[in-house]
């Protein structure tokens, strides 16, 4: 399990997310910048699921549609 301070310090990690997720890297870090380090990333990210915008794992079919 990932979790937030391991994606802040690592930029491949930070590109995995991107590209798993559709959002750009910006994006992730300002989205999680208020959640404790010590937060595994997939919660972080579900925590985001009553936002207008939730951040979620694209499924297989979503990820040709991502623009990041």
Not at 6 to 31: C, D, H, I
Not at 41 to 53: D, E, K, L, R, W
């Amino acid at each position: 399990m990932t979790n937030l301070a391991e994606l802040r310090k690592s930029e491949s990690l930070q590109y995995e997310f991107a590209l798993g997720t559709g959002r750009t890297v910006a994006n992730l870090l300002s989205r999680t910048k208020d959640l404790h380090g010590n937060t595994d990333v997939f919660n972080a990210m579900a925590s985001t699921g009553s936002s207008a915008s939730p951040v979620k794992w694209l499924g297989e079919d979503e990820f040709l549609e991502a623009s990041i």
